[in-house]
């Protein structure tokens, strides 16, 4: 099975490689394809670096934005691999190789999720501890 692991620079890109190809051996994975490699079908995955890394910068935003629309352009479907350490090759995996059933559900507070049970679990914790007159921690 070939794969295409891309992404901004220093986005750790070659670290998901090398616990992929440590992982399923079986696997060709590339962290460089070139651009005129990435058409539809070239790869049965294409796995897109996510900038949830500490200390994204601007320059990697805007190359992620135009490797997005890139992929987007040329018709490529892509997974976007999120998460740190462990995390990683736990979601690239589930991306490669999905599970019968849903993937787990976050379960932790946030800002950014977008899950309604996340927020309100975190409205409410934030509502007790208001009323509790205290700051939340």
Do not use: N
Request: glycine share 10%; proline share 9%; net charge neutral.
């Amino acid at each position: 099975m070939k794969i295409a692991v891309v992404g901004a620079p220093t986005t750790g890109k070659t670290r998901l490689v090398q616990a992929l190809a440590q992982h399923l051996p079986e696997l060709q994975v590339s962290d460089a394809p070139a651009h005129e490699a990435l058409k539809p079908g070239a790869y049965e995955h294409v796995l897109l670096m996510g900038l949830d890394l500490p200390g994204s910068t601007a320059a990697q935003q805007e190359a992620d934005a135009r490797l997005r629309a890139q992929l987007a352009a040329d018709g490529v479907a892509y997974g976007v691999v999120y998460g740190l350490g462990p995390q990683r090759l736990r979601g690239a995996l589930r991306l490669i190789t999905p599970q019968d059933g849903p993937a787990p559900r976050w379960t932790g507070p946030c800002e950014r999720c977008a899950d309604p049970d996340c927020e309100f679990q975190l409205f409410t914790g934030l509502m007790k501890s208001k009323a509790a007159g205290r700051l939340p921690s």
